[in-house]
Every structure is written in structure tokens, then in C-alpha cells.
């Protein structure tokens, strides 16, 4: 299901709190595992280019906010210290 049709129904959620939550993670891993690809930090910004409206529903914008979490840049750590010497 492409992130359009997601928000859409979303939009038309009037649930709160918790429950806007689950919703919104239930259309992250919905949208994550639909994708033909993998759900990239870059699919995650395309997905977010895509989405035209801004989100109004607090189940939407839990959604936006999870699509801005995961497109973030994420770097391993370095390691520091005796064992990265030892090695």
C-alpha cells in the first residue's frame, strides 16, 4: 500500500493517544513492509516527498513522525579506547 493511501485512511481515524500510536505503527510496518525494496532512511524520505497534505489526524502525524525517524542517517559508532587498540 503506497504511503498516500495509508495517510489517507489514517486521516480518517479520529483515534487518540495510544491508540493513534498503534495505528500509526501498524501503518509504518504496513508501508515498511510493502515496499519492493528495502525500507531504507532513503524510501522513508521519498515516502515523505510523496505525502502531498500535510497530516491533520493524530494517528497521521504519529505516522509522519515515524517516516521522520526512520529517514534519519543513522552511522555505526566508532570505537574508542584499549580495545579498539587491541585489535
Known sequence: MSVTQILS????SDATGPDAEAAARMGFLEWAFGLTGAATPEAARAALEAASAPAESAAAQAFV???HQASAHVTRPVRRGRAARMH
Open 65 to 67: 513522525g515515524y517516516l
Open 9 to 12: 485512511g489514517l486521516e480518517r
